[in-house]
């Protein structure tokens, strides 16, 4: 079991910034490939970006590239998601998610064995 409790989130004007973290405990978090969600009402819960577990070979939704980074540093068993240029269409609560390493990141949700509670970004135009 890894347990994953995300922050960072809040209230920002589009074009701003957040980052958004993610600390895990319990097993080794440098094991686990990791990936971000998010959810707006009423809406499935999408990907919006992953990492394997050494940290290579990032995938973004193309909504989300050339805003959004992921990184991690497993020696403080943290990921991160700096979001940048930020738009109203990004407001959703953003989740952490991790799984088994495999041989690439998946971005369906149901593959992802491990997730935290989530934590509200909303952007105001």
């Known amino acids: 079991q890894v347990q994953l409790v995300e922050s960072g989130g809040g209230l920002v004007q589009a074009g701003g910034s957040l980052r958004l973290s993610c600390a895990a405990s319990g097993r080794t978090f440098s094991l686990y490939d990791m990936g971000w969600f998010r959810q707006a009402p009423g809406k499935e819960r999408e990907f919006v970006a992953g990492?394997?577990?050494?940290?290579?070979?990032?995938k973004y939704a193309d909504s989300v590239k050339g805003r959004f980074t992921i990184s991690r540093d497993n020696a403080n068993n943290t990921l991160y998601l700096q979001m940048n240029n930020l738009k109203p269409e990004d407001t959703a609560n953003y989740y952490c998610a991790g799984r088994g390493s495999a041989s690439a990141v998946p971005t369906t949700a149901s593959r992802y064995s491990y997730w935290g509670q989530g934590t509200q970004v909303t952007v105001s135009s």
């Open positions: 990492l394997t577990k050494s940290g290579s070979f990032p």
